[in-house]
């Protein structure tokens, strides 16, 4: 009984979306991926790939996974990682695999120089969270996570200047 | 008197450095910075940046800008961007250049297809908070961010296994 950490291929998009839609079931928002297997193809395995994905096999099966890409602070000056996705399926809980896929990606920040790994959790997930905290981790309360969606991005975009809000920063 | 907007190139290494003290100091972490000039070059202007830069002039004299990199959204199955920095120098407030710069980050994530752009912001920090509204931001507060920094990140990469965290994810 072992687990084993392998970079996903694009052979392993449909079982990447079904992580994903899994992942988003669990996080109560099971109608919110639009994700296509041909999208995590072309965004993830091209020339300059916007993610990488590790998968977590336990005993050959699909367990787990983490998707991640790079982030950068202007602090440090350096490169860090920022996981969107760290996954692991019910029946394959407890055995350690969510450490191993941190461990993993940890491992990969280390090897490019990173000094800083980044994800969030909801904070309702206090399980996560405890785990979290074992492993020495920082809670960034004080930061506010703030989203355009596509429909403000777009108007803002492409709105027009003078704006009342002109003055505001 | 107005503003522009344009690509930063490596001669401005030296005022990016200035633009991103100064807004350390303005978030109350003056001596958070030990990025250099020289990182900055190498990681925003090689081959694969890790980030792009926008300066904005106000009257010719450099005013603000906004740092930023691509991030990816497993449920929207797109890239989209997030904003590491965006800053406006005290004396060219209210002229509107951080709408500016916002708008022109904007206007570059529909250019790629982008669906979302993602920042943070600081709990106390209330006009920005109100201006980001005012564009139709959400403030996605459900959400911790979760940190790892350099010490605890080596001791997760390279530390061995069989600890009791191991069982808890």
């Known amino acids: 009984m ?3 950490i392998r970079n996903a291929t694009t052979e392993d998009a449909a079982q990447i979306l079904e992580f994903i839609r899994a992942l988003a079931a669990f996080e109560r928002a099971p109608d919110a991926v639009v994700a296509t297997e041909q999208a995590l193809i072309r965004d993830g395995f091209g020339k300059h790939p916007f993610f990488h994905c590790l998968i977590a096999e336990y005993d ?4 787990g996974f983490a998707l991640y890409f790079f982030n950068y602070s202007t602090w440090v000056g350096r490169p860090g990682i920022y996981i969107e996705d760290l996954f692991v399926l019910p029946q394959f809980r407890r055995l350690g695999i969510g450490r ?11 090897e490019n120089g990173c ?5 969030q959790v909801l904070d309702w997930n206090t399980p996560a969270i405890d785990f979290y905290r074992s492993l020495g981790a920082e809670f960034m309360d004080e930061w506010r996570t703030v989203r ?3 429909e ?3 108007r803002l975009a492409t709105g027009g200047d003078g ?7």
């Open 2 to 4: 072992s687990t084993s």
């Open 60 to 63: 050959g099966e699909p367990a």
């Open 100 to 110: 191993d896929l941190l461990k993993r990606v940890a491992a990969i920040a280390v």
């Open 115 to 119: 000094q800083r790994m980044q994800w």
């Open 148 to 150: 355009l969606n596509s």
């Open 152 to 154: 403000m991005l777009e």
């Open 163 to 169: 704006h009342a809000e002109d003055k505001t920063a």
